[in-house]
């Protein structure tokens, strides 16, 4: 059943700018990452300074919403320590919680900082009830982001089980693998994405031109994907790019074609599973992207709690269709089946 509690609202910020739009478009809390391999969208550009995260808690706090930080790669062991001047920094700037995955950060914020909340991340993969409570007794995780591999169903199952905050990603680039456990770009450039933060790490990309003035599309000298001249362009990861069939040399999508999960429509179905959190996906988005996404989704959960027939996949459900990736919608994995 859903708790007695409105379903809060959780943005991304890439920066301090897409943090205060955030903010002001109605998000109960933002979700960001300092500078560095500790999060799992560590591009050039992007993400907090200290000190700008300092100051984005205080905007963040002044109306009333939370900040939490991700630190939540998985590190090897000469990255551990920067992990831990991550939490460090977290607690030092005054933030809400720790979002982590690795055993390590999570024992190390839980005996540390016992007053820091601890976010379990999507990428510890706890989908059943006994995960959940593993990491609840052994880690006091308040928190937990599950993976998007479950079904509204199962969610609901799982919560069943457990006092534990849930929270879900309902918007955002939907992950072929177990939410980041992907190894392709390894494979392609020898650099873990789980460890230093990002799939198809810059430094590997080059980019040329194709046939009718199309863009080719490389990850450390292997073609991942052709771009035609009016086909949206996104990111080239390995998941989803276009690969030539050996016998005929024509190029499809292997893994994943490119789409963006838009779980607005089962806003009902979901609160009834008794989500707690509904989290957008897109740090490495842009400010306007931030503000469009955080305010459609800030009306639909107002909506949701007046009753409204909007939160019931009315005419009145806000058309995100213009940026989301590659055009396309999926419920993914909460549609079931």
Known sequence: MRRDRPIQLNAPAGDLLSLMAAVDAGADSVYIGFQSPTNLRNLPGLNFSVEDAAEGVAYARQRGARMHVAVNTHPMDHQLEACFRAVDDAEAIGADAVIAADWAVLEYARTQHPHLEVHLSCLAGAADPQAIRFYRERFGVTCIILPRVLSVEQIAAVRRETDALLEVMVFGVLCANYDGRCCLSSFITGASANSIGACAPVEFVAF???????????????????????????????????????????RSHVFQDACCLNAMAVLPDLSAAGVDIVKIEGRQRSLAYVRQVTSAWRKAIDALDQRDPLAAGGDGIADLSSITEGRAESLGALAGG
């Open 208 to 250: 040329g031109e194709s046939e009718g003035g199309g863009l080719r599309v490389q990850l450390n000298g292997v073609e991942i994907h052709r771009f035609a001249a009016s086909e949206q362009r996104t990111y080239p990861t390995p998941c989803k790019g276009t690969y030539a069939n050996a016998v005929t040399g024509r």
